[in-house]
């Protein structure tokens, strides 16, 4: 007797935890839908830039860059309450992915730190501009890494995995590699959202789906778009010097300021991985045309685009983390290759500095 009653205990006992635990489950989900209803504070470039494409709550839209560029514009279907919301969200979260302008904590769903490994990294890094870089003129430029042209694109064919991969694909492998960090899964709130304000940036400035823009990717720079006298490091180590390190630092691991980025790491631990695109050794054409196109910031289009693969190159030799495909060992000698090389390279860079004067004198 004493058995069967210990046995219902038993039981009893076990359902109400699953219950409790259902009840959190439900409470931490209401909490979460009402997180997401509410009105959202927009970093200071998402703020400018949903205002100038007019996004608001209504039954229809009509694009003012699209007004203001060709006289015209067509009337499309609106935004609910819901849409703008998460157009807001993907805004934020391309713009401010490490949550730096959240409020606290319980907001985590504006950000998504919780997919990278660095305290550093952010997509508008390589996407400048939220993901929608003009000229003064308001002209979108080439090779500009557009968001707006990059969904228009739909299923786009990837030639290194030699599959279709939709826009919400391409924004996991930016997670895994481009910032280090893990894969959300394709319907989690962070992809909806980006996919959301990608959508938006699509239509506030008429593009058609199925159409390629130039400014979707990369203006890729192969060998043959050069004289052909072959990828040089060293040579690109001094034009680095040059044109680069005042700003992302002389061993590349960028400039923050206060715990904010003010320019970012192209090498170290908050880094893009060596699986990434932006890696030259990994894929040669992409980080050498976004050297040409984008930077140095304020002077775009200055740099030959042999000093851009040269610079790329020796980007790409300096230590930074491992990609996904590569195993602990490769890890293990990337961390190993980041803690001894920064004071190592310091060191040569005062015995040579040191040199330099005494042969000066
Ligand atoms: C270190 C640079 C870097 C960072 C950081 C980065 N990306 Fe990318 N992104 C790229 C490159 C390079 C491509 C590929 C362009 C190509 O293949 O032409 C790309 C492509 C994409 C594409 C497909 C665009 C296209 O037209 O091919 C999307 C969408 C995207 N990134 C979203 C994101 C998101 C979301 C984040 C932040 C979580 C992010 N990216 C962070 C460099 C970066
Ligand atoms: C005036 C400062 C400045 C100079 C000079 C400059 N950059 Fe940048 N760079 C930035 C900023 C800021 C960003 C982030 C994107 C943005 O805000 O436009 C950036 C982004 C980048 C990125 C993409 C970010 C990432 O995570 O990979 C690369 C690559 C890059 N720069 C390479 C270079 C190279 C190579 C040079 C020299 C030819 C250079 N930069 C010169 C300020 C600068």
């Not at 970012?264 to 992409?286: C, E, H, I």
């Amino acid at each position: 007797m004493r058995n069967r009653y210990a046995s219902v205990l038993q039981v009893a006992l076990i359902v109400t935890a699953l219950g409790g635990l259902y009840f959190v489950a439900v409470a931490k989900h209401d909490e979460r839908d009402a997180l997401r209803r509410t009105s959202m504070e927009l970093t200071p470039a998402c703020r400018d830039k949903l205002q100038a494409y007019g996004l608001q709550f209504g039954a229809e839209y009509r694009s003012p860059y699209a007004l203001k560029r060709t006289g015209s514009a067509q009337t499309l279907r609106g935004y609910s309450q819901e849409d703008v919301r998460s157009i807001e969200r993907g805004c934020n979260i391309f713009d401010d992915l490490q949550g730096y302008a959240a409020k606290s904590g319980a907001r985590e769903r504006w950000y998504a730190n919780r997919y990278v490994r660095g305290s550093q990294t952010t997509c508008v890094h390589c996407h400048q501009r939220v993901g929608d870089k003009q000229d003064a003129a308001g002209n979108r430029l080439v090779g500009s890494n557009g968001l707006g042209a990059s969904w228009v694109m739909a299923d786009m064919y990837d030639r290194f995995t030699g599959m279709l991969l939709p826009h919400e694909f391409r924004q996991m492998q930016c997670y895994i590699n481009s910032s280090n960090g893990f894969k959300p899964n394709s319907v989690d709130d962070v992809v909806r959202d980006v996919t959301a304000y990608s959508r938006f940036l699509a239509a506030a400035l008429d593009l058609k789906i199925g159409n390629r823009y130039p400014e979707q990717g990369m203006d890729e720079i192969p060998a043959s778009a050069t004289l052909r006298r072959g990828d040089d490091y060293v040579r690109g180590a001094h034009v680095y010097r040059q044109k680069c390190a005042a700003c992302h630092g002389p061993q590349g691991f960028g400039t923050v300021v206060d715990g904010r980025v003010v320019y970012p790491a192209l090498a170290g631990p908050n880094a893009f991985s060596l699986d990434s695109r932006m890696n030259f050794q990994k894929v040669n054409t992409v980080m050498s045309g976004f050297i040409c196109r984008n930077m140095p910031l304020g002077q775009e289009g200055t740099l030959e685009n042999q000093q851009c693969r040269d610079i790329a190159y020796y980007l790409s030799t300096l230590p930074r983390p491992a990609g996904d495909l590569q195993g602990p060992l490769a890890a293990a000698w990337q961390q190993l290759m980041m803690t001894v090389m920064p004071p190592l390279t310091k060191y040569a860079e005062t015995i040579g500095h040191h040199d330099a004067t005494r042969a000066a004198n």
